[in-house]
């Protein structure tokens, strides 16, 4: 053990046997070589170095470089630590375009902890396994690329970024592996115009929380698969020029929310995800200026869709889908210079209701749909300016049609001639 020290010349331990040591508020003039060293345990607290060359490290137990400070690599690739890493407090400077961390093809068996550190450059977690947690609870990354680059990673545990963590550059999971949580609260994701957080093809056992998340930039989920529900609950995502969510091919066990005063600015692409219970948007707020703004044609839904109060600028695809519940729109908002929503062949087990001043701004198509309950939209206001405010030829409503909208434009024979062609039983 040593406190306070310099060493101005080189720590070269490579290869070598070593028992364990911890050096305290230390200050290295050059670079610490640990590769294909072995150890009990390694400590390097609130110590200043250049840099660590630790490749194939191994260590029977921590490696602890807590409120270390660095503008150089710290390379433990291809180690194996048998303890935890840590890098709480960690201050790791230098060009953001570098890697600052490069944990690649390790294996660790503890937890991988860097709460409140500050990093720029990006941090390389490619085909690591953790069999602990990863907690990056209020850390800062700041790349000019990827800040994470976690793809092919594996945790057995959780992947905790909450609390302010924020992350400048591509937050890269592709293809990971997470058998917890993965949970991204009060999380900032920036990376505008390109990526921001990158989870294709990934597998998460227990869910993505994100609630009060913001992004801006592209999310990609496409093709991954999610236990649990995946939540961005007052969430904020930003791509406004182009897509903010793309998930289609998505799997969710349960729940898909974007409820409790969300907001998305940009499309949301569903388009043949499978969503084992509901969707939820209730309160949510969803634009775009592409449309549609909701892609979700070919999707599958177990339960129902709630959209109370939800207000959705630029249309929704549901077409060619399958509900297992019902469709609730009450007090909704939605609206399309040309189509407000689209469910065309869509089957829905229960009932559609569009009530209690349910506004379409657009035209509402049911073609060649089947309810199977009622069709409900009295109270509400349908509005298909130069084109007919609702259609439904073709389609086939086990039970009833209830109510007749308020329209400021056609004229009310129009809405019953769409209505005419339906197939009653």
Request: aromatic letters at 6%; proline letters at 1%; one cysteine or more.
């Amino acid at each position: 053990m040593l406190t306070g020290a310099r060493i101005s010349g080189e720590l070269d331990l490579g290869c070598g046997k070593l028992v364990a040591f911890l050096f305290t508020a230390c200050r290295f003039d050059n670079m610490i070589n640990l590769s294909d060293a072995s150890s009990a345990f390694v400590g390097l607290n609130g110590c200043y170095f250049p840099g660590i060359i630790g490749a194939r490290l191994k260590c029977n137990g921590p490696v602890w470089l807590n409120g270390c400070q660095s503008d150089g690599l710290i390379n433990l690739e291809d180690s194996i630590i048998k303890g935890e890493i840590g890098l709480s407090k960690a201050k790791l400077q230098g060009d953001k375009s570098a890697h600052r961390v490069r944990l690649s093809g390790a294996t660790i068996n503890g937890d991988l902890s860097m709460i409140d550190a500050l990093i720029s450059g990006s941090i390389e977690l490619r085909g690591t396994t953790v069999n602990g947690s990863i907690f990056l609870k209020g850390t800062e990354i700041i790349s000019e690329r990827n800040s994470i680059d976690a793809r092919l990673l594996k945790v057995s545990g959780d992947v905790s970024a909450v609390d302010s963590f924020k992350s400048t550059g591509n937050f890269n999971m592709a293809g990971a592996q997470i058998g917890g949580q993965l949970t991204l609260r009060d999380a900032h994701l920036s990376n505008k115009g390109k990526t921001a957080l990158n989870l294709d093809h990934a597998r998460i056992d227990l869910g993505l929380y994100g609630h009060g998340l913001v992004t801006e930039g592209e999310v990609l989920i496409h093709h991954a698969n999610l236990g649990c529900q995946l939540s961005f609950a007052g969430a904020r995502l930003s791509n406004p020029q182009g897509t903010a969510l793309r998930a289609d091919h998505l799997i969710v066990d349960g729940s898909l929310f974007f409820n409790e005063d969300a907001h998305v600015d940009g499309v949301v692409n569903l388009h043949g995800a499978k969503i084992g219970c509901a969707l939820n948007l209730s309160n949510g707020q969803l634009s775009a200026s592409i449309s549609p703004s909701v892609k979700a044609d070919e999707i599958s839904i177990g339960g129902d869709i709630l959209g109370q109060r939800c207000g959705i600028t630029g249309g929704f695809q549901l077409r060619d889908s399958k509900i297992g519940g019902s469709v609730f729109f009450e007090h909704a908002l939605l609206s399309d210079s040309t189509c407000a929503l689209n469910a065309d062949r869509t089957q829905v087990a229960g009932s559609v209701i569009m009530t209690h001043d349910f506004t379409a701004k657009g035209t509402v198509s049911f073609v060649d749909a089947q309810i199977g309950t009622s069709l409900q939209f009295q109270d509400s206001k349908l509005s298909g300016t130069d084109r007919p405010c609702m259609v439904a030829s073709g389609a086939r409503i086990q039970s009833d049609v209830i109510g007749i909208a308020r329209r400021s434009r056609p004229s009310r024979s129009d809405s019953y001639r769409c209505a005419r062609r339906c197939s009653y039983r």
